[in-house]
């Protein structure tokens, strides 16, 4: 049984390392931002933070899976879950070359995503990045209880520090 969840800040490179090990392994993967916002026939609607527990906790009851997101209050049922832990701690000029990258690319067309890459979303992908990192001590807090299951990357590319 493996059951991953990779958590990092935007841009850090979680749904590259989740696609890459789930090809590896052969076990499906799950982008946790399509928990919150899902599509439905009438368009993208935001689930309340039970409902997306109650959808993690639908996929848990698979043997594997790949789960990968930023830290939410809805996600922490994710922690105990995961038999491993992969905080993606990419640096953070990395992060902002990669959100710039990102949004050039998604305004010419070359890569999809599910949201519309304006320039607000620019400046909120910025906002997350930085709340992120003044929130940095809570989630190290919250990843100390996990030491025996956690890994710690500096990239997706494979630097370990565990």
Request: aromatic share 12%; glycine share 4%.
């Amino acid at each position: 049984m493996r059951k991953i969840f990779i958590v990092g800040s935007v841009a850090s490179g979680k749904t590259t390392l989740a696609k890459r090990l789930s090809m590896k392994m052969d076990i499906p993967w799950y982008e946790l931002d399509s928990f919150v916002h899902h599509r439905t026939s009438t368009g993208r609607n935001k689930r309340t933070a039970n409902e997306q527990v109650d959808a993690i906790k639908e996929i848990d009851k698979q043997d594997n899976w790949i789960f990968e997101g930023t830290d939410r209050e809805s996600y922490q049922c994710l922690y105990q879950m995961a038999d491993t832990i992969i905080f993606l701690d990419t640096p953070l000029w990395k992060r902002h070359t990669r959100i710039v990258s990102r949004f050039c690319k998604q305004r010419l067309g070359l890569e999809k995503c599910q949201y519309k890459p304006d320039f607000w979303m620019l400046k909120m992908m910025f906002k997350w990045t930085r709340d992120f990192e003044r929130n940095r001590s809570r989630l190290e807090d919250k990843l100390n209880v996990y030491q025996e299951k956690l890994i710690r990357l500096r990239d997706n590319g494979g630097y370990m520090d565990r």
